[in-house]
Nanobody
Framework: VQLQASGGGLAQAGGSLRLTCTAS????????GAWYRQAPGKQRELVAR???????NYADSVKGRFTISRDSAKNTVYLQMNSLKPEDTAVYFC?????WGQGTQVTVSS
């Protein structure tokens, strides 16, 4: 199983980015999809999660700003990030069950 994350980059505070995670197989039909992030010097934290039933959960710090969604037909999970803040700067990881993708860097400038 391979998870390919993309869409990271540099954004200004208040801006938006959309992360995309594409799986090599129909893994998002089997496992919950999630995004984690890790900022320099901090522990890795859960950002958002979407269950097989489409139930979503978010970290308090991103509620109302980030939206996780899934396109099972495309084996893809998205993370729409709006109203970005400098504290959102981190490496973001896509996760499906026990499988982790490589990180994608998100940097938000003030």
């Amino acid at each position: 199983v391979q998870l390919q994350a993309s869409g990271g980059g540099l954004a200004q505070a208040g801006g938006s980015l959309r992360l995309t995670c594409t799986a090599s197989g129909r893994i998002f039909n089997i496992y919950t999809g999630a995004w984690y992030r890790q900022a320099p010097g901090k522990q890795r934290e859960l950002v958002a999660r979407i269950s097989l039933d489409g139930i979503t959960n978010y970290a308090d710090s991103v509620k109302g700003r980030f939206t996780i969604s899934r396109d099972s037909a495309k084996n893809t999970v998205y993370l729409q990030m709006n109203s970005l803040k400098p504290e959102d700067t981190a490496v973001y990881f896509c996760v499906a069950g026990i499988y982790w993708g490589q990180g994608t860097q998100v940097t938000v400038s003030s």
